[in-house]
Nanobody, 121 residues
Framework: QVQLVESGGGLVQSGGSLRLSCAAS????????MSWYRQAPGKERELVAA????????SYADSVKGRFTISRDNTGSTLYLEMSSLKPEDTAVYYC??????????????WGQGTQVTVSS
């Protein structure tokens, strides 16, 4: 069965950096687009970044452009999110999600359990 396990969250000061990882199993990782979502308390889930199956195209929410970088290792079936210049408003639970297909526009059908990122001011 599909499993997505996030790690790398934690508490960091404003301006700091974190690297999130998502270990995927139960499907052919290299065939599917992947993404990172986040959800802050009292807010709707937000798509943060997405990457095509081959890694050639990426997309970012305006709020994180220039600060976050999504990448993937298809050999190791792992998705990454490098976060820098973190702000308190980046505080949220971050989830990785598996795409329904290989492109950025096919929707997502599985999510991991999430990892908490807290940015202190």
């Amino acid at each position: 069965q599909v499993q997505l396990v996030e790690s790398g969250g934690g508490l960091v000061q404003s301006g700091g950096s974190l690297r999130l990882s998502c270990a995927a199993s139960g499907f052919t990782f290299s065939r599917y687009a992947m993404s990172w979502y986040r959800q802050a308390p009292g807010k709707e889930r937000e798509l943060v970044a997405a990457i095509t199956s081959g890694g050639g195209r990426t997309s970012y929410a305006d709020s994180v452009k220039g600060r976050f970088t999504i990448s993937r290792d298809n050999t190791g079936s792992t998705l990454y999110l490098e976060m820098s210049s973190l702000k308190p408003e980046d505080t949220a639970v971050y989830y990785c999600a598996k795409g329904s297909g290989g492109t950025l526009y096919g929707g997502y059908d599985y999510w991991g359990q999430g990892t908490q990122v807290t940015v202190s001011s």
